[in-house]
């Protein structure tokens, strides 16, 4: 497999957020590796979760899938999650899968109220 197909997960933990870096494809033999670094801090609403999808380079809908759940279960929990630096292929493919909305509205524990999309 070539490096720029790989699919890889980087954490980084502030006292304030916690963001997960997405780098390569992800596609549905990648999305338990995602749902493994995403699980422990769903919950944690003390901090914010910021999924930052700069290195982002493929996603499908097992992907999407993933992201819509976290988005349903932070929103429940009042607890703020956004996505940032969305490449602008990736953002097409939100944007066709009407997800797009979801990301940037609804309730969040952040100064605006609303969820962030960059890109």
């Not at 494809?25 to 914010?48: M, Q």
């Not at 988005?71 to 066709?96: G, H, N, Y």
């Amino acid at each position: 497999m070539e490096k720029s197909t790989m699919f890889h997960v980087r954490t980084t933990k502030t006292e304030q957020a916690v963001i997960v870096h997405l780098q390569g494809e992800l596609d549905l033999s990648k999305v338990s590796e995602l749902r493994s670094a995403l699980d422990p801090f769903i919950a944690d609403t003390t901090r914010s979760l910021i999924l930052n999808l700069k290195d982002l380079q493929y996603i499908d809908s097992t992907g999407i899938g993933v992201i819509v759940s976290v988005l349903k279960a932070r929103d429940v929990l009042k607890a703020s999650f956004t996505v940032q630096d969305i490449p602008p292929k990736i953002k097409r493919i939100f944007d066709l899968t009407g997800i797009t909305p979801f990301l940037q509205q609804g309730p969040a524990a952040n100064a605006t109220g609303k969820r962030i999309i960059n890109g």
